[in-house]
């Protein structure tokens, strides 16, 4: 059974620029959520996605955004890059019926920002 | 709101020696509590969950923990440490109203000496 598979593993991008992260969640999974790891903040929640529907939305600002397809599988963007934005960036797929207590999470997208 | 605190950022263990990592939570109601495990370059590996009943749970790896209400806490435990489990674990908590996400700690990274 394949995993959580997040394209790309790892990015560099100029500050200013916008990007554009993959997350093909467990076949079966119909909720996807997105968390950003960085080493003085830890694990911070940005958005869960589920039937192609945001469901619950973190605290970050409009720059970052994300949508699912019908197939699940669910993208998340950022835009006008800041230095700040470089992190690992995690997601997540859970069965129905198990919101986050079913996580099985992607192996994540190291973004650099310079 | 809910929030997690590991007290210990760095712990450093020799092989064969106990193991307890400690996690404090808050929160209003019965919490579901998790612990997970990650390597580097990797994503968050379920190592245990509770949710009711016995408060001490098994999980994968040989980990065990304890959840403990009148002190709010839900410390990881393992009898001897194994080189391979040098990695970092993070705690977290979930509501058991709907479909929230979790709330991490912002982890406590283990290494392990011969």
């Known amino acids: 059974k394949a995993g959580v598979t997040q394209t790309p593993r790892y990015l560099i991008k100029t500050r200013g620029q916008q990007v554009t992260l993959s997350c093909s969640p467990i076949s079966g999974h119909r909720s996807v959520s997105w968390y950003q790891q960085t080493p003085g903040q830890g694990l911070q929640f940005l958005f869960e996605y589920f039937s192609e529907t945001q469901r619950n939305k973190g605290n970050f600002p409009g720059r970052f955004s994300g949508r699912q397809f019908s197939n699940s599988r669910s993208e998340m963007n950022v835009s006008t890059l800041e230095l700040g934005d470089s992190a690992l960036y995690l997601c997540?797929?859970?069965?129905?019926?198990?919101?986050?207590?079913?996580?099985?999470f992607g192996s994540g997208t190291r973004l650099t920002v310079v | 709101a809910q929030s997690v605190t590991q007290p210990d950022i760095h712990i450093t263990v020799s092989e064969g020696a106990s193991l307890e990592l400690r996690c404090n939570y808050s929160y209003g109601a019965t919490p579901y509590l998790f612990w997970y495990v990650q390597s580097p370059g990797q994503g968050l590996q379920l190592l245990l969950k509770y949710f009711s009943g016995d408060t001490l749970v098994q999980g994968i790896k040989g980990f065990e923990a304890e959840f403990k209400r009148s002190q709010s806490s839900f410390n990881l435990r393992k009898p001897s440490v194994h080189w391979s489990d040098a990695a970092e674990y993070f705690c977290?908590?979930?509501?058991?109203?709907?479909?929230?996400?979790?709330?991490f700690g912002k982890g406590t990274r283990l290494s392990v000496i011969a």
């Open positions: 997540a797929s859970s069965p129905p019926a198990t919101g986050p207590y079913g996580y099985t």
């Open positions: 977290a908590v979930g509501s058991n109203s709907g479909n929230t996400p979790l709330v």
